[in-house]
């Protein structure tokens, strides 16, 4: 189906664009009343996503309440480990567990991994279907997955830890299991997100999250080859625009800039002038801090402009990582709003 609305796409493509297109990391969540609503009527967050129609539902309601530029599918990172045989369980309040953890050579060779684990994920596929039906066109679908070594990171630790030092001291002291384990996880990754390109998603993003604590040695050997073959085997079989987006990872981003990626992923530690003497001609993406959303309705406009002109082309609009579940949707409003009433002076 024809897109109505394809400015992300454009963008990511690196065609001139009239304005940069606006969306935000965890758009769909707990800012949204109508999301609260509906999550408080189920056993909790995995019935949601395992539930192709409710996953669609809420997927859309960003897309009705602020009309941003891009719907991203409601889902998470961690539903890759459990294809794989690590099941998770998300608590309230706490955040994800998994109940067993990779600590042998013998847990490793254990999981599935290639078409064996992606297909364990048809109840993603289908919501992506299911989104694709309700949105009708109306802006581009994002699929996503976690990037290697994040996904290692929950695997090891088997919780969100501050410092990772569990899946660090994997990293550190059994090298060559790590390179396994990365393995596998990349395959299943790969064959995963180009089913999530067969059932309509128009762009990928990965998410890096604990990039940033990782040395960039470390970071230049048990991340960036991975992307390097996920990337590649996605622009080798389909035309659909990959974001990475490597949180804290400045220190890589001309590594992350070898990769066939199309867009780069900002935090808000990142200067935009630094970013763009990093990666060439590469889409950018983010940036603002989120709790700059915190700031009165005229400060958001004000610093929202200023980012876009900072940028100065070549960039999709985001904040620097996800919202926080206490922001206000007005001033959501205020922040999407203030990126659509923006022109690009043509030079
Ligand atoms: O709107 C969107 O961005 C799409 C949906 C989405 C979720 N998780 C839903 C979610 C996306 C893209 C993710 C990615 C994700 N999940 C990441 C990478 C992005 C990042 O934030 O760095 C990570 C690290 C995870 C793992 C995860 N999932 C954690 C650590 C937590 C608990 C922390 C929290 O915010 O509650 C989750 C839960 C989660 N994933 C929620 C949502 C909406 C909250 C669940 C709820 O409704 O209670």
Same mark, same amino acid.
């Given at each position: 189906?024809?897109?109505?609305?394809?400015?992300?796409?454009?963008?990511?493509?690196?065609?001139?664009?009239?304005?940069?297109?606006?969306?935000?990391?965890?758009?769909?969540?707990?800012?949204?009343?109508?999301?609260?609503?509906?999550?408080?009527?189920?056993?909790?967050?995995?019935?949601?996503?395992?539930?192709?129609?409710?996953?669609? #539902?809420?997927?859309?309601?960003?897309?009705?309440?602020? #009309?941003?530029? *891009?719907?991203?599918?409601?889902?998470?990172?961690?539903?890759?480990?459990?294809?794989?045989?690590?099941?998770?369980?998300?608590?309230?309040?706490?955040?994800?567990?998994?109940?067993?953890?990779?600590?042998?050579?013998?847990?490793?060779?254990?999981? /599935?991994?290639?078409?064996?684990?992606?297909?364990?994920?048809?109840?993603?596929?289908?919501?992506?279907?299911?989104?694709?039906?309700? /949105?009708?066109?109306?802006?581009?679908?994002?699929?996503?997955?976690?990037?290697?070594?994040?996904? %290692?990171?929950?695997?090891? #630790?088997?919780?969100?830890?501050?410092?990772?030092?569990?899946? @660090?001291?994997?990293?550190?002291?059994?090298?060559?299991?790590?390179?396994?384990?990365?393995?596998?996880?990349?395959?299943?990754?790969?064959?995963?997100?180009?089913?999530?390109?067969?059932? &309509?998603?128009?762009?990928?993003?990965?998410?890096?999250?604990?990039?940033?604590? %990782?040395?960039?040695?470390?970071?230049?050997?048990? +991340?960036?080859?991975?992307?390097?073959?996920?990337?590649?085997?996605?622009?080798? +079989?389909?035309?659909?625009?990959?974001?990475?987006?490597?949180?804290?990872?400045?220190?890589?981003?001309?590594?992350?800039?070898?990769?066939?990626?199309?867009?780069? &992923?900002?935090?808000?530690?990142?200067?935009?002038?630094? *970013?763009?003497?990093?990666? &060439?001609?590469?889409?950018?993406?983010?940036? /603002?801090?989120?709790?700059?959303?915190?700031?009165?309705? #005229?400060?958001?406009?004000?610093?929202?402009?200023?980012?876009?002109?900072?940028?100065?082309?070549?960039?999709?609009?985001?904040?620097?990582? &996800?919202?926080?579940?206490?922001?206000?949707?007005? @001033?959501?409003?205020?922040?999407?709003?203030?990126?659509?009433?923006?022109?690009?002076?043509?030079?």
């Amino acid at each position: 189906m024809k897109l109505q609305n394809d400015l992300l796409i454009r963008t990511a493509r690196g065609e001139r664009v009239e304005r940069p297109p606006v969306w935000l990391m965890r758009q769909a969540g707990r800012v949204l009343p109508q999301y609260r609503a509906l999550r408080a009527k189920l056993s909790g967050f995995k019935e949601l996503v395992e539930t192709p129609q409710l996953a669609a #539902e809420v997927t859309v309601q960003p897309i009705d309440e602020w #009309e941003v530029d *891009a719907a991203i599918i409601f889902s998470d990172i961690l539903v890759i480990p459990e294809a794989m045989g690590l099941t998770y369980e998300m608590v309230e309040k706490r955040g994800p567990i998994f109940p067993q953890t990779i600590r042998s050579r013998a847990d490793i060779e254990g999981l /599935l991994t290639d078409d064996d684990a992606a297909a364990q994920l048809q109840y993603v596929y289908d919501a992506l279907d299911a989104t694709k039906k309700v /949105l009708d066109g109306r802006v581009p679908l994002i699929g996503f997955a976690g990037a290697p070594w994040t996904i %290692l990171a929950y695997m090891v #630790e088997g919780s969100g830890s501050k410092t990772f030092s569990r899946a @660090k001291h994997f990293l550190y002291s059994e090298p060559e299991l790590a390179h396994l384990l990365l393995d596998k996880i990349t395959r299943a990754t790969t064959g995963y997100l180009l089913n999530k390109i067969r059932h &309509g998603a128009d762009l990928i993003q990965l998410f890096d999250s604990w990039a940033g604590i %990782l040395s960039p040695a470390q970071y230049g050997e048990f +991340a960036v080859p991975y992307l390097h073959r996920i990337t590649a085997a996605i622009a080798t +079989a389909t035309n659909t625009p990959v974001t990475l987006f490597a949180k804290n990872a400045w220190f890589a981003l001309d590594q992350l800039a070898a990769t066939d990626c199309n867009v780069i &992923g900002l935090d808000w530690n990142t200067e935009p002038d630094f *970013a763009r003497s990093r990666v &060439g001609d590469k889409v950018l993406q983010g940036n /603002l801090d989120p709790c700059q959303l915190y700031a009165d309705h #005229e400060q958001i406009v004000r610093a929202t402009g200023k980012m876009i002109e900072a940028f100065n082309g070549r960039h999709i609009v985001n904040l620097g990582h &996800g919202l926080y579940p206490d922001m206000e949707v007005e @001033k959501v409003r205020t922040f999407v709003n203030t990126v659509k009433n923006f022109r690009y002076t043509q030079k």
